[in-house]
Nanobody
Framework: QVQLVESGGGLVQPGGSLRLSCVAS????????MGWFRRAPGKQRDMVAR???????NYASSVKGRFTISRDNAKNTVYLQMNSLKPEDTAVYYC???????????WGQGTQVTVSS
């Protein structure tokens, strides 16, 4: 199993930027995909972005062009750079990983991101 710890959340004004980090430990050599999900108040959890071991990325349409996912395999870390933040980006952001079948099966505890004036 993989353990994940997110960090970097906080309060930011609309238009601002924030970078989330997620460090993986445990069965790190089984990790293939890494991704970020978020859950806004009163809503279900949705995928924000994901990245494969080969560097292929996918983004939710709502964040494309504003968010960038990246990974540092040497540090077992995945990042989410969030720019031009909007109030609707307010949510708890979760890091997740998956193995060779590309199914996300390990989850972090989440980090709060609040975008408000």
């Amino acid at each position: 199993q993989v353990q994940l710890v997110e960090s970097g959340g906080g309060l930011v004004q609309p238009g601002g930027s924030l970078r989330l980090s997620c460090v993986a430990s445990g069965s790190i050599f089984t990790i293939n995909i890494m991704g970020w999900f978020r859950r806004a108040p009163g809503k279900q959890r949705d995928m924000v972005a994901r990245i494969t071991s080969g560097g292929s990325t996918n983004y939710a349409s709502s964040v494309k062009g504003r968010f960038t996912i990246s990974r540092d395999n040497a540090k077992n870390t995945v990042y989410l750079q969030m720019n031009s933040l909007k109030p609707e980006d307010t949510a708890v952001y979760y890091c997740a990983t998956g193995d060779a079948d590309y199914t996300f099966d390990s989850w972090g505890q989440g980090t709060q991101v609040t975008v408000s004036s």
